[in-house]
Protein backbone atom coordinates (compact mmCIF):
# COMPACT_ATOMS: atom_id res chain seq x y z
CA UNK A 1 0.00 0.00 0.00
CA UNK A 2 1.63 3.47 -1.02
CA UNK A 3 1.52 6.28 1.25
CA UNK A 4 -0.60 7.93 -1.18
CA UNK A 5 -3.11 5.37 -1.47
CA UNK A 6 -3.05 5.76 2.86
CA UNK A 7 -3.18 9.11 3.02
CA UNK A 8 -6.45 8.63 0.76
CA UNK A 9 -7.76 5.76 3.22
CA UNK A 10 -7.28 8.10 6.45
CA UNK A 11 -8.97 11.07 4.59
CA UNK A 12 -11.97 8.86 3.63
CA UNK A 13 -12.30 7.96 7.07
CA UNK A 14 -12.06 10.95 8.70
CA UNK A 15 -14.90 12.10 6.48
CA UNK A 16 -16.95 8.88 7.58
CA UNK A 17 -17.99 9.87 11.46
CA UNK A 18 -18.83 13.48 10.20
CA UNK A 19 -20.81 12.65 7.07
CA UNK A 20 -22.30 9.10 8.83
CA UNK A 21 -24.59 11.21 11.64
CA UNK A 22 -26.07 12.62 8.61
CA UNK A 23 -26.71 9.71 6.47
CA UNK A 24 -30.52 9.49 8.45
CA UNK A 25 -31.70 12.46 7.50
CA UNK A 26 -31.00 11.60 3.43
CA UNK A 27 -33.64 11.21 0.94
CA UNK A 28 -33.78 8.67 -1.61
CA UNK A 29 -33.31 11.01 -4.63
CA UNK A 30 -30.50 9.71 -6.46
CA UNK A 31 -28.00 11.48 -5.20
CA UNK A 32 -28.36 10.51 -1.73
CA UNK A 33 -28.11 6.87 -3.17
CA UNK A 34 -24.78 7.77 -4.73
CA UNK A 35 -23.52 8.96 -1.17
CA UNK A 36 -24.83 6.15 0.68
CA UNK A 37 -22.99 3.95 -1.78
CA UNK A 38 -19.72 5.83 -1.01
CA UNK A 39 -20.38 5.44 2.66
CA UNK A 40 -21.12 2.13 2.74
CA UNK A 41 -17.72 1.22 0.55
CA UNK A 42 -16.03 3.58 3.75
CA UNK A 43 -17.59 1.16 6.59
CA UNK A 44 -16.10 -1.69 4.51
CA UNK A 45 -12.45 -0.25 4.65
CA UNK A 46 -13.20 0.47 7.85
CA UNK A 47 -14.82 -3.12 9.07
CA UNK A 48 -11.62 -4.70 6.94
CA UNK A 49 -8.93 -2.54 9.43
CA UNK A 50 -10.62 -3.41 12.32
CA UNK A 51 -10.98 -7.20 11.49
CA UNK A 52 -7.39 -7.33 10.15
CA UNK A 53 -5.83 -5.31 13.67
CA UNK A 54 -7.59 -7.82 15.86
CA UNK A 55 -7.23 -10.97 13.48
CA UNK A 56 -3.19 -10.35 13.69
CA UNK A 57 -2.73 -10.46 17.88
CA UNK A 58 -3.35 -12.94 20.32
CA UNK A 59 -6.16 -11.34 22.28
CA UNK A 60 -4.58 -12.64 26.13
CA UNK A 61 -1.79 -10.54 24.95
CA UNK A 62 -2.11 -7.30 22.86
CA UNK A 63 -5.55 -5.70 23.19
CA UNK A 64 -7.13 -3.58 20.12
CA UNK A 65 -9.22 -1.16 21.80
CA UNK A 66 -12.91 0.01 20.89
CA UNK A 67 -12.26 2.99 19.82
CA UNK A 68 -10.25 3.05 16.54
CA UNK A 69 -9.62 6.73 16.16
CA UNK A 70 -6.31 8.37 17.93
CA UNK A 71 -5.63 11.92 18.46
CA UNK A 72 -1.94 12.79 19.99
CA UNK A 73 0.11 15.89 20.68
CA UNK A 74 3.92 15.06 20.97
CA UNK A 75 6.87 17.03 21.73
CA UNK A 76 10.22 16.01 20.62
CA UNK A 77 14.18 16.47 20.61
CA UNK A 78 16.37 15.41 18.44
CA UNK A 79 20.08 14.85 18.76
CA UNK A 80 23.11 15.09 16.39
CA UNK A 81 26.95 14.76 17.53
CA UNK A 82 29.38 14.31 14.76
CA UNK A 83 33.01 13.66 15.58
CA UNK A 84 35.61 14.34 12.58
CA UNK A 85 39.60 13.16 13.09
CA UNK A 86 42.62 13.16 10.57
CA UNK A 87 45.69 11.74 11.08
CA UNK A 88 49.36 13.02 9.73
CA UNK A 89 51.86 10.38 9.36
CA UNK A 90 55.61 11.70 9.33
CA UNK A 91 57.11 8.03 9.52
CA UNK A 92 60.96 9.51 9.04
CA UNK A 93 60.76 10.94 11.94
CA UNK A 94 58.95 8.70 13.76
CA UNK A 95 56.34 10.99 14.95
CA UNK A 96 52.37 10.79 13.88
CA UNK A 97 49.97 14.11 14.58
CA UNK A 98 46.18 13.74 15.30
CA UNK A 99 43.55 16.40 15.07
CA UNK A 100 39.44 15.97 15.51
CA UNK A 101 36.97 18.07 14.90
CA UNK A 102 33.49 17.66 17.21
CA UNK A 103 30.54 19.32 16.17
CA UNK A 104 27.45 19.52 18.04
CA UNK A 105 24.60 21.27 17.04
CA UNK A 106 22.24 22.51 18.93
CA UNK A 107 19.10 20.13 19.51
CA UNK A 108 16.12 19.97 17.04
CA UNK A 109 12.94 20.86 19.19
CA UNK A 110 9.58 20.13 17.44
CA UNK A 111 5.91 20.13 18.69
CA UNK A 112 2.97 18.56 16.46
CA UNK A 113 0.07 16.10 16.66
CA UNK A 114 -0.80 13.18 14.97
CA UNK A 115 -4.63 11.96 13.98
CA UNK A 116 -6.09 8.79 12.46
CA UNK A 117 -7.35 5.60 12.50
CA UNK A 118 -6.23 2.60 14.05
CA UNK A 119 -2.28 2.26 12.82
CA UNK A 120 -3.07 4.69 9.80
CA UNK A 121 -2.39 8.56 10.30
CA UNK A 122 -1.17 11.80 9.12
CA UNK A 123 0.56 13.64 11.37
CA UNK A 124 2.17 17.34 11.15
CA UNK A 125 5.26 19.26 13.62
CA UNK A 126 6.71 22.73 13.71
CA UNK A 127 10.26 23.39 14.71
CA UNK A 128 11.18 25.29 17.67
CA UNK A 129 14.64 26.16 16.69
CA UNK A 130 15.74 28.44 14.33
CA UNK A 131 19.72 26.93 14.27
CA UNK A 132 18.86 23.01 14.20
CA UNK A 133 18.35 22.53 10.90
CA UNK A 134 15.79 20.72 8.84
CA UNK A 135 14.28 17.34 10.02
CA UNK A 136 11.72 14.94 8.60
CA UNK A 137 10.25 11.79 9.53
CA UNK A 138 7.47 9.33 8.61
CA UNK A 139 7.08 6.19 10.73
CA UNK A 140 4.77 3.35 10.51
CA UNK A 141 4.15 0.47 13.08
CA UNK A 142 2.04 -2.59 12.05
CA UNK A 143 1.46 -6.48 14.11
CA UNK A 144 4.78 -7.66 12.04
CA UNK A 145 6.64 -5.01 11.08
CA UNK A 146 7.91 -1.26 11.92
CA UNK A 147 9.30 1.23 9.07
CA UNK A 148 11.33 4.45 10.46
CA UNK A 149 12.41 7.08 7.70
CA UNK A 150 14.38 9.93 9.12
CA UNK A 151 15.81 12.94 7.41
CA UNK A 152 18.14 15.41 8.98
CA UNK A 153 19.89 18.36 7.54
CA UNK A 154 21.91 21.08 9.07
CA UNK A 155 25.26 23.39 9.35
CA UNK A 156 27.52 24.79 12.59
CA UNK A 157 30.60 26.49 13.28
CA UNK A 158 30.22 25.45 16.77
CA UNK A 159 33.07 23.22 17.59
CA UNK A 160 35.61 21.60 19.67
CA UNK A 161 38.94 21.61 18.38
CA UNK A 162 41.54 19.06 19.98
CA UNK A 163 45.35 17.85 18.64
CA UNK A 164 47.60 15.19 19.76
CA UNK A 165 51.32 14.72 18.83
CA UNK A 166 52.63 11.04 19.55
CA UNK A 167 56.63 10.76 19.01
CA UNK A 168 57.41 6.47 18.93
CA UNK A 169 54.41 5.52 19.73
CA UNK A 170 53.69 7.66 22.60
CA UNK A 171 52.10 11.21 23.38
CA UNK A 172 54.34 13.46 23.12
CA UNK A 173 52.79 16.66 25.26
CA UNK A 174 49.39 16.85 26.33
CA UNK A 175 46.26 17.26 23.96
CA UNK A 176 45.57 20.77 23.00
CA UNK A 177 41.71 21.00 23.57
CA UNK A 178 39.96 24.63 22.41
CA UNK A 179 36.34 25.46 22.16
CA UNK A 180 35.51 27.57 19.14
CA UNK A 181 34.82 28.33 15.30
CA UNK A 182 35.80 27.11 12.59
CA UNK A 183 36.05 29.80 9.27
CA UNK A 184 33.00 28.74 7.79
CA UNK A 185 30.42 26.25 8.67
CA UNK A 186 30.12 22.49 7.82
CA UNK A 187 27.42 21.10 6.38
CA UNK A 188 26.01 18.12 7.68
CA UNK A 189 22.82 15.92 6.01
CA UNK A 190 21.81 12.34 7.29
CA UNK A 191 19.69 10.23 5.92
CA UNK A 192 18.21 6.78 7.66
CA UNK A 193 15.71 4.29 6.50
CA UNK A 194 14.89 1.14 8.99
CA UNK A 195 12.61 -1.74 8.29
CA UNK A 196 12.43 -4.74 11.07
CA UNK A 197 10.22 -8.12 10.81
CA UNK A 198 8.82 -9.09 14.28
CA UNK A 199 8.75 -13.12 14.58
CA UNK A 200 6.33 -13.19 17.67
CA UNK A 201 3.89 -10.20 16.28
CA UNK A 202 0.92 -11.99 17.84
CA UNK A 203 1.78 -11.63 21.21
CA UNK A 204 4.28 -8.95 21.52
CA UNK A 205 4.13 -5.60 19.84
CA UNK A 206 6.11 -2.56 19.37
CA UNK A 207 2.89 -0.24 18.63
CA UNK A 208 1.95 -1.01 22.08
CA UNK A 209 5.21 1.40 23.29
CA UNK A 210 5.76 3.33 20.41
CA UNK A 211 2.52 4.60 19.08
CA UNK A 212 -0.58 3.33 21.27
CA UNK A 213 -2.40 1.77 18.23
CA UNK A 214 -3.03 -1.41 20.70
CA UNK A 215 -2.14 -2.06 24.36
CA UNK A 216 0.02 -5.21 25.86
CA UNK A 217 -2.04 -6.59 28.37
CA UNK A 218 0.90 -9.79 29.01
CA UNK A 219 4.53 -9.39 29.27
CA UNK A 220 6.04 -10.81 25.84
CA UNK A 221 9.15 -10.60 23.95
CA UNK A 222 10.53 -11.39 20.17
CA UNK A 223 13.38 -11.70 17.98
CA UNK A 224 13.39 -9.82 15.49
CA UNK A 225 15.33 -9.20 11.75
CA UNK A 226 16.58 -5.62 10.46
CA UNK A 227 17.22 -3.99 7.22
CA UNK A 228 18.73 -0.50 7.41
CA UNK A 229 20.06 1.92 4.88
CA UNK A 230 22.02 4.83 6.15
CA UNK A 231 23.40 7.84 3.87
CA UNK A 232 25.29 11.09 5.04
CA UNK A 233 27.51 13.71 4.09
CA UNK A 234 30.49 15.73 5.55
CA UNK A 235 30.96 18.82 3.66
CA UNK A 236 33.14 21.64 4.65
CA UNK A 237 34.06 22.85 0.95
CA UNK A 238 34.23 26.50 1.58
CA UNK A 239 37.82 28.09 1.12
CA UNK A 240 37.57 30.32 4.23
CA UNK A 241 38.51 26.58 5.55
CA UNK A 242 41.44 26.02 3.52
CA UNK A 243 43.74 25.41 6.85
CA UNK A 244 42.09 22.61 7.98
CA UNK A 245 41.58 20.91 4.68
CA UNK A 246 45.45 21.18 3.89
CA UNK A 247 46.37 19.10 7.09
CA UNK A 248 43.28 16.95 5.76
CA UNK A 249 44.95 15.90 3.04
CA UNK A 250 43.11 18.09 0.50
CA UNK A 251 39.61 16.40 2.05
CA UNK A 252 36.67 18.50 1.68
CA UNK A 253 33.61 16.24 1.60
CA UNK A 254 32.83 12.89 2.34
CA UNK A 255 29.82 10.78 1.69
CA UNK A 256 29.00 7.37 2.90
CA UNK A 257 26.46 4.95 1.88
CA UNK A 258 25.81 2.02 3.99
CA UNK A 259 23.15 -0.93 4.10
CA UNK A 260 22.90 -3.00 7.46
CA UNK A 261 21.15 -6.25 8.42
CA UNK A 262 20.50 -6.72 11.89
CA UNK A 263 18.89 -9.44 14.08
CA UNK A 264 18.03 -7.83 17.54
CA UNK A 265 15.24 -8.90 20.36
CA UNK A 266 12.43 -6.60 22.20
CA UNK A 267 10.71 -7.34 25.30
CA UNK A 268 7.36 -5.59 26.76
CA UNK A 269 7.22 -5.34 30.16
CA UNK A 270 3.67 -5.00 31.92
CA UNK A 271 4.08 -4.47 35.48
CA UNK A 272 0.46 -4.03 35.36
CA UNK A 273 -2.42 -3.16 33.77
CA UNK A 274 -2.25 -0.59 30.95
CA UNK A 275 1.66 0.15 31.68
CA UNK A 276 4.02 -0.91 29.31
CA UNK A 277 7.99 -0.41 29.54
CA UNK A 278 9.50 -1.56 26.00
CA UNK A 279 13.41 -2.00 25.54
CA UNK A 280 15.13 -3.02 22.08
CA UNK A 281 18.37 -3.58 21.13
CA UNK A 282 19.70 -4.74 17.68
CA UNK A 283 23.33 -4.57 16.89
CA UNK A 284 23.47 -4.67 12.96
CA UNK A 285 26.64 -5.53 10.40
CA UNK A 286 27.03 -3.60 7.70
CA UNK A 287 27.34 -5.54 4.27
CA UNK A 288 27.83 -2.59 1.60
CA UNK A 289 30.10 0.03 2.72
CA UNK A 290 30.45 2.52 0.37
CA UNK A 291 33.06 5.93 1.01
CA UNK A 292 33.57 8.35 -1.14
CA UNK A 293 35.73 10.99 -0.82
CA UNK A 294 36.13 14.52 -2.36
CA UNK A 295 39.43 16.40 -2.54
CA UNK A 296 40.94 19.69 -3.71
CA UNK A 297 44.67 20.07 -4.74
CA UNK A 298 46.84 22.95 -3.93
CA UNK A 299 49.86 24.96 -4.56
CA UNK A 300 50.96 24.88 -1.05
CA UNK A 301 51.78 22.34 1.45
CA UNK A 302 51.83 22.53 4.98
CA UNK A 303 54.85 19.70 5.93
CA UNK A 304 58.20 19.58 3.12
CA UNK A 305 61.67 18.68 3.49
CA UNK A 306 63.40 21.11 5.48
CA UNK A 307 65.68 21.64 3.27
CA UNK A 308 63.19 23.84 0.89
CA UNK A 309 63.57 27.13 0.20
CA UNK A 310 60.27 29.03 -0.12
CA UNK A 311 61.85 31.96 -1.62
CA UNK A 312 63.65 29.47 -4.08
CA UNK A 313 59.86 28.51 -5.68
CA UNK A 314 59.63 31.62 -7.28
CA UNK A 315 56.18 32.29 -9.16
CA UNK A 316 53.19 29.83 -9.75
CA UNK A 317 51.99 29.06 -12.86
CA UNK A 318 48.18 28.13 -13.11
CA UNK A 319 48.21 26.42 -16.52
CA UNK A 320 50.89 23.85 -15.42
CA UNK A 321 50.20 23.77 -11.60
CA UNK A 322 53.93 24.35 -10.82
CA UNK A 323 55.91 26.94 -9.22
CA UNK A 324 59.31 28.22 -11.38
CA UNK A 325 61.15 25.91 -9.70
CA UNK A 326 59.40 22.75 -11.00
CA UNK A 327 57.74 21.81 -8.24
CA UNK A 328 54.25 21.42 -7.52
CA UNK A 329 53.64 22.39 -3.80
CA UNK A 330 55.33 25.40 -2.03
CA UNK A 331 56.00 24.74 1.83
CA UNK A 332 54.07 27.30 3.77
CA UNK A 333 56.31 29.73 6.39
CA UNK A 334 54.59 29.40 9.73
CA UNK A 335 55.52 31.57 12.74
CA UNK A 336 56.40 34.68 10.29
CA UNK A 337 54.76 38.18 10.55
CA UNK A 338 53.18 36.98 7.50
CA UNK A 339 51.90 34.42 9.13
CA UNK A 340 48.56 33.76 6.87
CA UNK A 341 49.18 35.46 3.64
CA UNK A 342 50.00 32.89 1.86
CA UNK A 343 45.72 32.34 2.10
CA UNK A 344 45.89 35.41 -0.31
CA UNK A 345 48.23 33.21 -3.01
CA UNK A 346 46.61 29.38 -2.41
CA UNK A 347 45.12 28.55 -5.39
CA UNK A 348 43.12 24.93 -5.34
CA UNK A 349 41.19 22.61 -7.86
CA UNK A 350 39.00 19.70 -8.21
CA UNK A 351 41.00 15.90 -8.20
CA UNK A 352 39.36 12.77 -8.97
CA UNK A 353 37.22 11.69 -5.80
CA UNK A 354 38.46 8.93 -4.14
CA UNK A 355 35.76 5.53 -3.85
CA UNK A 356 36.57 2.76 -0.99
CA UNK A 357 34.67 -0.03 0.12
CA UNK A 358 35.62 -0.39 3.46
CA UNK A 359 35.94 -2.97 5.61
CA UNK A 360 32.48 -4.49 7.64
CA UNK A 361 31.26 -2.18 10.44
CA UNK A 362 28.87 -2.60 13.23
CA UNK A 363 26.70 -0.05 14.26
CA UNK A 364 24.29 -0.48 16.95
CA UNK A 365 20.01 0.31 17.27
CA UNK A 366 18.61 0.99 20.80
CA UNK A 367 15.07 1.88 21.09
CA UNK A 368 13.25 2.32 24.37
CA UNK A 369 9.19 3.53 24.95
CA UNK A 370 7.26 3.99 28.10
CA UNK A 371 2.96 4.43 27.70
CA UNK A 372 0.44 3.81 30.19
CA UNK A 373 -3.33 3.41 29.23
CA UNK A 374 -5.94 4.83 31.13
CA UNK A 375 -9.85 4.94 30.14
CA UNK A 376 -9.76 6.47 26.64
CA UNK A 377 -6.42 8.21 27.38
CA UNK A 378 -2.73 7.12 27.05
CA UNK A 379 0.81 9.01 27.61
CA UNK A 380 4.20 7.62 26.01
CA UNK A 381 7.57 8.29 26.35
CA UNK A 382 10.10 6.92 23.41
CA UNK A 383 13.66 7.20 22.91
CA UNK A 384 16.07 6.10 19.91
CA UNK A 385 19.83 5.83 19.77
CA UNK A 386 21.71 5.14 16.78
CA UNK A 387 25.81 5.32 15.74
CA UNK A 388 26.89 5.06 12.66
CA UNK A 389 30.77 4.91 11.76
CA UNK A 390 32.99 5.26 9.19
CA UNK A 391 36.88 5.38 8.45
CA UNK A 392 39.03 5.63 5.46
CA UNK A 393 42.75 5.93 5.69
CA UNK A 394 43.87 7.87 8.85
CA UNK A 395 40.15 9.73 8.55
CA UNK A 396 37.44 8.48 10.68
CA UNK A 397 33.96 9.80 11.19
CA UNK A 398 31.65 9.27 13.71
CA UNK A 399 27.90 10.28 14.44
CA UNK A 400 25.84 9.74 16.80
CA UNK A 401 22.04 10.27 15.85
CA UNK A 402 18.90 10.31 19.13
CA UNK A 403 15.76 11.27 19.79
CA UNK A 404 12.87 11.57 22.56
CA UNK A 405 9.36 12.00 22.61
CA UNK A 406 7.46 12.84 24.76
CA UNK A 407 3.39 11.68 24.01
CA UNK A 408 -0.27 12.50 24.94
CA UNK A 409 -2.94 11.00 23.16
CA UNK A 410 -6.94 10.70 22.93
CA UNK A 411 -8.93 7.83 22.15
CA UNK A 412 -12.53 8.54 19.85
Known sequence: MNTLFIIMICSWLFSLNATGQEQDSIDSSPSADSASSFLGRLHQVQNYLDSAARR???????????KPWRVILRYKENIVDVDYTQGLDFPEYNEYMEWNLRFKPPGGSSIGFWAGYRGT?????????????????????????????????????????????YVNGKMEEEPIKEDGQIPSPVWIRSVYLNGYYVFNGRRYSQAAAYNQSVIQRRSAGSIL??????QSSFDYSDMNNGFFMLIGHGTRCIKVHQANIGLGYGYNLVPFRGFVINAMAMPTLSVYNRVKVYKYDFNYDLFLDEEDDPEDYGNWNSETHTWDNGKTHRPIEMGEEDEGLWLEDLEYWDIEPETAYSMLQLNLDLRLGIAYNWKNCFIGLQAQF??????????????????????????L
Do not use: M
Open 56 to 66: KVDPRYIEVPE
Open 225 to 230: AGVTWY
Open 121 to 165: GISYSKSLNKNAGRYFSVSSTGARYGFNFRLRRFNTDETVFTAKD
Open 386 to 411: NNFNYKKDNCKVNLFDAYARIAFGVR
